[in-house]
């Protein structure tokens, strides 16, 4: 298996049994999606962009790819369109054709104007085999968050959500009884984090552990410590935080898709105050699809303050751990199932 990766390297990416292949890296600027920064933080020019087409499409001519799988795009990414149809174009004038397939997580950022969803439809139609749909269509179908027309729904393979297998207890039971607040790094989950050392402090009953994540981890610790009280932990991320939810009376976080998945498989009670500046739609609507569960809330980022954040935790604090019945998270091996049959019988 080959991985083209067009963003920044990341250093604890596992390469194990893959073949890691670095485009000239590129990076949004901030939440404004549409302009695209080199590693220096200079805005990427034509010359830059064309470098990585190139590289793309000599990749395929390479590995000769019996699949080629296009994260998000034709669906997002559409700032990158030149690149994905070079490696489009190459990867169907193979003999034999690649098979070629896009793959999206649950929920789309939904078209902004109808002529995006026609445009998009229209990628698909001719140039893919197939749109892996990493969810369950009995809890979020994709017409949720975007136009699926009669034509589009055929190309539609549901795979069920790529999840690892859960994480089971801790061995030291660590996070039992706690309210676990979890966000990433830079400033998107400082809102959060302040609102939850000062909800700590309005109620000195309850035991709080807050998660940094992100490389200003600890510089954001630095500054929350100043006003924490002595019933909450700062800490930065952990790599057990999936079995310490295991044992969390509640967890408050954001609603990315793994984060989601995580508490799904746990069965922890969870308030969602999903990301949704710079007009970001896609967790909120995921935290939508999810609130109808007994155990998952939803609070929006505007409604936010320390009174209402301990209002809704104490809220969760009254339900019973459960799982949600029926869902399926084998989205990895079902993936894999899928595209392998489709190369098999492949002209």
Request: aromatic fraction near 4%; hydrophobic fraction near 40%; charged fraction near 20%.
């Amino acid at each position: 298996m080959t991985v083209l990766s067009g963003g920044l390297p990341v250093a604890q990416f596992d390469t194990d049994g893959i073949a890691l292949r670095q485009l000239p890296p590129l990076r949004s600027d901030g939440i404004n999606f549409t302009r695209l920064l080199t590693v220096e933080g200079d805005v990427a020019d034509a010359a830059y962009l064309a470098t990585r087409e190139t590289e793309l499409a000599q990749a395929v001519t390479d590995t000769r790819p019996d699949i080629v799988i296009t994260e998000l795009f034709p669906f997002g990414r559409r700032v990158l369109r030149g690149e994905f149809m070079a490696l489009i174009g190459a990867a169907r004038a193979q003999t034999p054709r690649s098979v070629i397939l896009a793959s999206v997580r649950d929920i789309l950022a939904p078209p902004s104007n109808p002529q995006k969803a026609q445009k998009t439809d229209s990628i698909v139609l001719e140039h893919y085999d197939g749109v892996l749909v990493h969810s369950d269509p009995t809890s979020t179908p994709l017409e949720q968050s975007w136009p699926v027309t009669p034509a589009l729904q055929e190309k539609l393979l549901y795979t069920g959500y790529v999840a690892p297998p859960p994480a089971g207890a801790h061995p030291d039971r660590l996070g039992q009884g706690e309210v676990i607040v979890s966000a990433g790094g830079g400033s998107v989950g400082r809102h959060l984090f302040t609102a939850a050392v000062a909800a700590a402090g309005l109620s000195p009953a309850l035991r709080w552990r807050v998660l940094v994540g992100g490389g200003n981890a600890q510089a954001v610790i630095a500054q929350l410590s100043a006003k924490a009280p002595s019933n909450i932990i700062l800490e930065p991320a952990r790599p057990d935080f999936r079995q310490m939810l295991t044992h969390a009376a509640c967890s408050v976080s954001m609603c990315g898709y793994n984060t989601a998945l995580d508490l799904l498989q746990a069965g922890t009670p969870s308030l969602f105050i999903p990301f949704d500046e710079g007009g970001e739609v896609e967790q909120t609507l995921r935290a939508e699809s999810l609130s109808h569960l007994p155990i998952m809330q939803m609070l929006r980022a505007a409604d936010l303050t320390p009174e209402r954040l301990l209002q809704e935790v104490e809220a969760l604090l009254r339900l019973p751990r459960g799982k949600a019945p029926g869902l399926r998270f084998n989205g990895a091996q079902e993936s894999v199932r899928i595209a392998c049959g489709m190369a098999e019988g492949r002209a």
